[in-house]
Structure formats: structure tokens, C-alpha cells
């Protein structure tokens, strides 16, 4: 229930995102940085076509590709100063657009380095430039290695397999950091042994940070600079659902797995547009004035006499009680805010018992609102209403398509310790399994209830991996474990399971 209030610490860049940092060999790269230091050609600028000689490839080596990609790269320094306006104004596919056109007047190299840079916030035309590049540089690993990535994110591990073979018989191999991509498409095939004896024969312990990192960047979904820009454009339109989403997202902002925190240019962008769509008398605008400048600057204090000053959500007395904001983002942020920097919490039931039914009218609505159902459940769950709760978790399950509301529900509905799970039970894992089967908590507790007090078995193991290398959920919940450790766990019962049932792991 924490992570509907809460968001974490590190704030992400505010620049245009930069080529992806690479994942293969030193070796290749102390090459590359010593042939770029003895180049004498400057990088090209955006506005500088390539001549046409450089679109007929010769076959490079790798370390002279590498030189090139450098060369390249600078680009991206000119592209994050030139493009810096459209990336909050609801634009980005303009810059994306202007990029790819650049990034087709050149080689290989810098179609290459462009593709790593669109790899998150354009994925389709980031594969389209690895495709490019591969097309006019064939056989070169760094490629491979990211056209590997590509089919590994789009699941589309048919393509991927042979791409991964192909790095690991090279001389460079699979990167220690893609240990568990790679592996991932060996068990959605069924080839478990596979999986195992990548895992087995890499180096991924002494590169565990970049392999959890790569997790994200491989299965994290659309990146949040391209869900800013739909929901900007939606909410320029006049989508009201889309600027609370805009707003939240602001100070929301997703850097990886772990962090969340407030984004600057976002939540500039963001309020400025949301005072475009409210009149000046209008209780959003007049709430979001009032407590913006604290909540737009964190290094201010901010406590409940902040929302008692700006009359919403505690302070007055019936019948003028401060009433919850207009603004159901406001809520969320505001209370958020209030309740972690307090020295002691708020009396839950009591802000129940006065906003409780504002809240459920606004997210059973037929507009629906998530930000008012987050906080709903937060109350509810600090405040003890278990029956509430669970109706809650059920319309943010059922209509939101949220998982976290999914997650609440199974975990408040799980039998005692040493209890037979009921058919109830199981056919709201069986449900939740179907309806969200990226998440491991499922497969693994329906995998427990099968195994008994034995052993889980290897095809439910593998199952669990495929979901936990997607999303780490089983560490990034717990708190106290690394998703490494989890990881290198699980492939270890595995390599037991197998062997327990007959098969003896290979590669």
C-alpha cells in the first residue's frame, strides 16, 4: 500500500535523455576512446549532412565502429539544446522526428548512436535505426547486442535467440550486464537448461548493479518523458483525467525500479498548462497557487498547517470543515507531503470519516479517478477499515487495471500461515495471474500451494523467473533483498529442479 502515497529519492535528468551508456566489453571501449582521441575530424553538428561515401559501408572492426559511434554521440550535445522546448510542451514526436531524419543523412555510427539515444521515449523508431545500422554495418556486436535487446523487449524472443547464440559464440560473448535478458528468452522459449547455463557461465556477480539496471531499461515499459507528452497533449485538448495524470506524473517521476521524485521541468511544464485550462476563480487554480510554491520547492518546509492555510483537507470546523481539494493530484501530493514530513502522523480515521465519501464519489465516478481511489485506500488501510479497503483494492483491480490495487486484495485476502488456501483464494490468484502476468507474486504463491512442503517445481520456477527478471517485484517489495541475490536464487532452485527431475543443465 506504501508506494500508492509515496514516491523515493534522485531526482532523474532534466536534459534531453542521452545514448544509452554501453554494456559491452571494456576492451572494445578503451579502443574506441583511443581511436577517438587520435581522430582529428570534429563531431558533426545536427545541421551536417554525411557525405554520401559514408552511407556505402566498408565493413569496419568493432574498435573502428566504436570510433565513429563516439565521434557521433557529441551530436547528442547539440540535439538536448536544440530540442530542449519540445520536450514538455507536448512535442516530443517533433523532436523525434527531426532526430530520425538527421540520423538517416548519416552512416551507420550515427544511426547507431541515435537509436541508443530514442531507445526509451521511441522504441519503434529505435529499432528502425539499430536496423538501419545493422543493414550497412552487418555483424558488428555492439549492434547485435542491441537488436537483441530490441527483440527481447518487444518479446519477440523468435528473433531474439538467434542474435544472443551469435554473441555468445563471438569473441566478446553476452555482456555480464544481459545475463538475465539473454537467459529470459532462453525460458520463455523452454529451454531451461539454457537459461540456467547462461546464468551459470557469466560474470553477472561482479556487474549485478548494471544487470538489475538493465532490467528496467529492457522491460520498464514507455518511458515517463512519453507518457508526460501524451498526457500533455491530451490535457492541452481539454482531457481533465489527463492533466490530474500530467500533474501527478510531475511529481511522480519514475528514474528506474526504485526511485521515483519530483521532476522540475515536468512540474513546470505541467502547471503551466494546467492555468491555461482553469479561470482564475476556479478552486483548482486557487488550491495548486496556493501550495505550489512549497510543493515546488523541497527544500521548504511543509507540514498540515500549510493545508490549514490554504483551507483543504484538515483545519475548520462542521459545517465549513476544509473541504479536499479540487484537484484530486493536489490531494495526493499535498497529504503525501504533510504526512512524511510530520513528527506524528495524522489521526486516519478522522480524515476518513471526512473525506471518505468525496473521495469514493470521485473514483466511482464515470469520469473514474485514480488519484482519488489511491488516497481512498491509503486512508483506508492506515485507518483499520479492512471491508473498505477491500472494496477499494477490488474497483482499482477490477476497473483501473491497476495491479497494486491486485496486489492489496490478494495479500489482505491470503490465508494464516499453515492454512489450505480456499477455492476463493485460488481463483483470485488464478484471476490475477491472467489479468496481470508479468508480476511474479502470483506464480510464485500459486507454485507454493502446488509444491506443498516440497519442492517447487522447475516449470513453475520458471515461470516465477520470467515475471521477476521483467519486473525485480519480488526484491523491490521486500525492501531488504537484492534483486541480484533474488534472481541468482531462483536460478539455483532451478538448476536443482532440473536435475531433481531429470535434467541435466547444458549450454
Not at 12 to 33: G, I, K
Not at 429 to 440: E, G, I, T
Request: hydrophobic share 45%; net charge neutral; aromatic share 8%.
Amino acid at each position: 500500500m506504501k508506494d500508492r502515497m509515496s514516491a523515493q529519492r534522485n531526482p532523474p535528468p532534466t536534459t534531453f535523455p542521452r545514448p544509452r551508456r554501453r554494456s559491452m566489453p571494456a576492451l572494445l571501449l578503451a579502443l574506441a576512446v583511443a581511436a577517438c582521441a587520435g581522430a582529428n575530424a570534429a563531431p558533426r553538428g545536427l545541421e551536417a549532412p554525411a557525405p554520401a561515401a559514408t552511407q556505402a559501408a566498408t565493413r569496419l572492426s568493432a574498435e573502428d565502429f566504436l570510433a565513429q559511434v563516439g565521434a557521433e554521440s557529441q551530436a547528442a550535445d547539440d540535439f538536448g539544446r536544440r530540442h530542449l522546448p519540445l520536450q514538455f510542451s507536448g512535442r516530443l514526436d517533433q523532436a523525434v522526428a527531426e532526430l530520425v531524419a538527421y540520423a538517416e543523412r548519416g552512416g551507420a555510427a550515427r544511426r547507431f548512436a541515435v537509436g541508443n539515444m530514442l531507445w526509451a521515449m521511441a522504441p519503434d523508431a529505435s529499432l528502425g535505426l539499430h536496423r538501419g545500422a545493422d543493414a550497412l554495418q552487418p555483424e558488428q556486436p555492439e549492434i547485435l547486442f542491441e537488436l537483441a535487446l530490441h527483440y527481447t523487449r518487444k518479446d519477440d524472443c523468435a528473433a531474439a535467440l538467434p542474435l544472443w547464440a551469435r554473441l555468445r559464440a563471438g569473441p566478446v560473448g553476452i555482456p555480464a550486464t544481459a545475463t538475465y535478458a539473454a537467459a529470459y528468452c532462453h525460458l520463455a522459449g523452454g529451454d531451461l537448461r539454457g537459461a540456467v547455463a547462461i546464468v551459470r557461465d557469466s560474470d553477472v556477480d561482479s556487474h549485478h548493479v548494471g544487470a538489475e539496471k538493465m532490467s528496467y531499461e529492457v522491460f520498464g515499459g514507455p518511458s515517463e518523458l512519453s507518457l508526460f507528452d501524451r498526457d500533455y497533449r491530451q490535457a492541452a485538448g481539454g482531457d481533465r483525467v489527463a492533466l490530474e495524470r500530467l500533474l501527478a506524473r510531475s511529481f511522480d517521476w519514475h528514474g528506474d525500479w526504485w526511485n521515483a521524485a519530483p521532476q522540475a521541468s515536468a512540474q513546470d511544464a505541467a502547471i503551466a498548462l494546467a492555468r491555461t485550462q482553469w479561470g482564475p476563480r476556479q478552486r483548482e487554480r486557487q488550491q495548486w497557487d496556493c501550495l505550489w510554491p512549497k510543493l515546488r520547492d523541497r527544500a521548504q518546509a511543509f507540514g498540515y498547517d500549510d493545508l490549514e492555510r490554504c483551507r483543504v483537507i484538515v483545519g475548520g470546523h462542521p459545517p465549513s470543515a476544509h473541504p479536499y481539494p479540487a484537484s484530486s493530484a493536489l490531494g495526493r501530493v499535498a497529504l503525501g507531503r504533510a504526512v512524511a514530513r510530520a513528527a506524528q502522523p495524522p489521526d486516519f480515521a478522522a480524515l476518513l470519516a471526512r473525506h471518505g465519501d468525496t473521495l469514493r464519489g470521485r473514483a466511482r465516478s464515470e469520469a473514474g479517478d485514480l488519484e482519488a481511489l489511491r488516497v481512498l485506500a491509503y486512508l483506508q488501510q492506515s485507518a483499520g477499515d479492512a471491508a473498505g479497503l477491500a472494496e477499494s483494492d477490488e474497483l482499482g483491480w477490477k476497473r483501473y487495471r491497476d495491479e497494486r490495487f491486485a496486489r492489496s486484495r490478494i495479500q489482505h485476502a491470503a490465508p494464516a500461515a499453515g492454512a489450505t488456501p480456499d477455492p476463493a483464494y485460488r481463483a483470485m490468484l488464478a484471476q490475477a495471474a491472467r489479468d496481470f502476468p508479468h508480476s511474479p507474486l502470483y506464480p510464485m504463491l500459486a507454485a507454493a500451494d502446488r509444491a506443498g512442503d516440497g519442492d517447487l517445481f522447475a516449470a513453475d520456477l520458471a515461470r516465477i523467473l520470467q515475471a521477476e527478471t521483467r519486473t525485480l517485484d519480488l526484491s523491490v517489495r521486500s525492501g531488504g533483498l537484492r534483486s541480484h541475490s533474488q534472481l541468482k536464487a531462483l536460478y539455483r532452485l532451478l538448476d536443482t529442479a532440473l536435475e531433481k527431475e531429470g535434467a541435466r543443465p547444458g549450454g
